[in-house]
């Protein structure tokens, strides 16, 4: 059973097998200390379970996720099973939590193909992709179809202990509230169908990865308007034959620079584009930018419209054309060595052609919101394209996509900690980490792959957990008592900066000096600021200029107007130095 669970390509049979497997061995998905050693030990008997399970115990292993047990109180409920949602399930999944995931489809029928960036490949190869999977980037392959990346995430999810609804949509989300019982019920999923269990089911982090058209409220979106991009994709049956073998990929990068062969297939076949890619997998997948003058002339758009979601509307798309269009522009690329004669079929069973518009994308604002009501507090974060829409000729969408997923994963990791830190401490550091999302590149993560954990640290070399502070993102915790709130960090601040000795605060600034006026001095202050944060303090700024920039970038209020230590009692200059200091440790100041 176990052998055909590791290589069923279905979601229907995968989640089958795996129902028949903890059926048999009495089991239920549970959280990693209660299901997993459990599954191990009654697999013991087979070699590729035991090998596999070889592979997640080097992972589950790691300090980082404290044995399992690090977030032993917190419940994860995770909307999409696409590669994101499932990747950030087996996270917090190994940190201990409860984890739900709820997908609204019943199939996952999606042929096209991804690029991966290399440690992508190295964290699937490390959660044993290769044992469900033997072709997995064999050589130098490095793309892989959405489907088979579903596939291989799902059943390691599984068999860590995540649990798995299909045919579940996530519609709205349920404030906590009293049940008929009079008994106090927290945060809960509205879902479809409606009488489901995970109706049931209360958690206090709530991870939105159910794609680009986002089901969470509260995250506002910013939109990246570009000119004006229309990419089509297209998948063939690939036969598997010698010759089909045979005929190299074109990655992306090496044509998008080369004009001669550009202005050669518009020559010969009408056909203009801006980037073509190909990659033979299950199918042999096309992806292409081309320009609306050629979509024109070759009958694929009827009419021109300025309107872009006119100009691709489906009235206006001749499917027909489309088909042939791709077709041609595939067969040129590969120099007729392809048969490329039928198409592969979509969810739908159809020829699975399609032209999508690129123009504008989308990024949420933030990629985390905490809500609280009657003392009860969800953390809500976005994931994959929801937060952050890729450009599929580029193939960024996956790697960005599984980045996002570990960060939002280390926010539910404090989240789950026992004390917890205050939310806007989580927000803050969460916010921090997502404005590098869309600058990370292949070349400007960290080389060691293999070091990779789940601290965002590991990952990328310019992280500042900083870079936001507490008192930027108030905005985002949504709480119904402000005034609580307010007393909250109060008093964690009072008692951090208590904790400080002031002989410490002292040495910590750095001045010739040894007494607080000194280290408060603007000049003092300045070189420090320079020290961790140099964009905040050019070398062009007077000195004074220190106490305006921490007002405004940490909310820490000057000592005096004037700025004068001596007018000043010792104990106020001493909280003043505390919280400078907790504002570059990255606490509330
Ligand atoms: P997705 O893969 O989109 O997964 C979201 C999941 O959430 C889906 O399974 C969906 O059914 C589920 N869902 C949605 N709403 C709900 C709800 N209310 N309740 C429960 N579940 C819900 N990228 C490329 O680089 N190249 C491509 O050619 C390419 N083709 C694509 C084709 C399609 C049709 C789609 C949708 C995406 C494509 N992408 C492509 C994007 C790529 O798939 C994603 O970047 C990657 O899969 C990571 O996405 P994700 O997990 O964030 O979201």
Redesign the pocket.
Known sequence: MFDHFCSAGTMKQILALHREICNTLNLKPNRLPDFYPKIKAKLANSWKAQALFKKFDLRANHKVYGKGRICAQTKVLI???????LRVAIECQLLGAKVVV????DRMS?N????LWPFVIQDLRALGAKKFFGKFCAGSIDHIS?RQLQCILMKVALLLGVELHEG????ELLEPTVGRHGERLGWRARVSPAEHPVSQYEFDALVG?????N?LPGFKRKEFRGKLAMAI?ANFINRHTEQEASVPEISGVAFIFNQKFFKKLFEVTGIDLENIVYYKDDTHYF?MTAKKHSLLNKGVLLNDYAEVSRLLSVENVDRTALMKYAQEAARFSTCGLLPLVDFALNHYGEPDVALFDFTSMYAAENASIVYERQGKRLLCQL????LLE?F?PT?S??AR?FLSALDAAWAVRSWGQIPAPHPLEVIAERESIYRLLAQTTPENLHRDFGAYTLDPGTRYPNLNRTAVTPHRVTSFYDCDEAVQLDAAIGTRKRRREMDISEGALISWVGCAEADLASAVGAQALADLVRRYRPDLMPPSAPPNAVYHVLQQEFGITPFSPTGAAYEVPEAKLRSYLARVYLAFKGEVP
């Open positions: 909307i999409g099973a696409g590669p994101c949602g709820v997908e609204k489809r999606r096209n193909v991804l690029h959405i579940v949509s996530f519609e990865a159910d794609g680009k058209r089901t994709t992806v994931v994959g394209d929801s890729p599929w193939g969408g996956c996509g």
